[in-house]
């Protein structure tokens, strides 16, 4: 059995925080603990120590992405948090529509997309309200998240019959391609519609030329402590069009004495 000592967790922790916004607390140890075990094992590392001084000496990254890929949770599942959906079909898209009618530009940005269920719910909830004038408009939305095992499952795009049971039943038809009894393939025409990319959110810059008019970030920030999710939210606030929108998960809350972001709802705020 793999043993972690306190001052092998402590450096792990800085490390992970550091670089990646990431704050495992001390209580997490026996967690990183299981999720380790078989990766030191099978490598025949004799200590963590080993492993984690390889990780550091890999110039190619892809020792740190599979730390990443074990020690990230993303769990997500169509539709939720439904509220937020609802909310952007019947408020901000007819707004958007109005504003950017003679550009035809919508940017939107799902910020840890996981296994992809969010930002195709987007695409497809846009596909319904542009309809036949859908090709006039440029809607293709950016989905980012640090786990490459995450991004794999969402570039894929199969997911079984049970979990896209909630959908819109014409959503099912029109939107999905059944592979077999248990799996179904999300359609070429939603799936054109979202760019997935490795990013980290903890990047001291963010690299994008254009602002989003929505920001879609749920479910991240509980990992992360108060003055990281500070940074995080104040560069959200920065490449927000005025007038735009951020998204966060129901668990997590904003300091609002701290952003220039105004409260519209739970988890829903907006730039002026």
Request: aromatic letters at 20%; glycine letters at 4%.
């Given at each position: 059995m793999l043993n972690i000592t306190?001052?092998?967790?402590?450096?792990?922790?800085?490390?992970?925080?550091?670089?990646?916004?990431?704050?495992?607390?001390?209580?997490k140890k026996s967690l990183v603990i299981g999720r380790l075990q078989n990766i030191i094992s099978q490598g025949n590392f004799d200590s963590f120590s080993s492993y984690f001084d390889y990780i550091q000496a890999d110039k190619t990254g892809e020792a740190v992405k599979t730390l990443i890929n074990k020690l990230?949770?993303?769990?997500?599942?169509?539709?939720?948090?439904s509220e937020h959906f609802m909310y952007f079909k019947d408020k901000i898209l007819p707004y958007l529509a109005s504003v950017e009618a003679s550009k035809k530009d919508l940017r939107i940005w799902s910020a840890g997309c996981s296994s992809g269920e969010e930002p195709y719910t987007l695409?497809?909830?846009m596909a319904d309200y542009f309809g036949a004038n859908k090709g006039f408009w440029d809607t293709r939305i950016l989905a980012t998240d640090i786990s490459t095992k995450a991004?794999?499952?969402?570039?894929?795009?199969?997911?079984?019959k049970e979990s896209i049971s909630v959908l819109p039943k014409h959503w099912q038809l029109n939107y999905f391609n059944r592979l077999n009894?248990?799996?179904?393939?999300i359609s070429d025409e939603i799936k054109k519609e979202v760019i997935f990319r490795r990013f980290n959110l903890n990047s001291a810059e963010f690299p994008f030329r254009k602002k989003f008019h929505v920001i879609?970030?749920?479910?991240?920030?509980i990992y992360f402590d108060a003055e990281t999710k500070r940074k995080l939210i104040n560069k959200f606030y920065e490449i927000t069009e005025p007038g735009g929108y951020l998204f966060i998960g129901h668990s997590e809350s904003i300091n609002r004495n701290?952003?220039?972001?105004?409260?519209?709802m739970p988890a829903l705020y907006r730039k002026e």
């Open positions: 306190e001052k092998e967790f402590k450096k792990l922790a800085e490390y992970m925080k550091k670089y990646y916004g990431i704050n495992f607390k001390p209580e990230t949770t993303n769990h997500t599942f169509f539709m939720r948090e695409a497809m909830i991004l794999e499952k969402a570039i894929r795009g199969v997911y079984s009894d248990k799996e179904y393939a879609f970030c749920r479910n991240v920030m701290e952003t220039g972001y105004k409260y519209v």
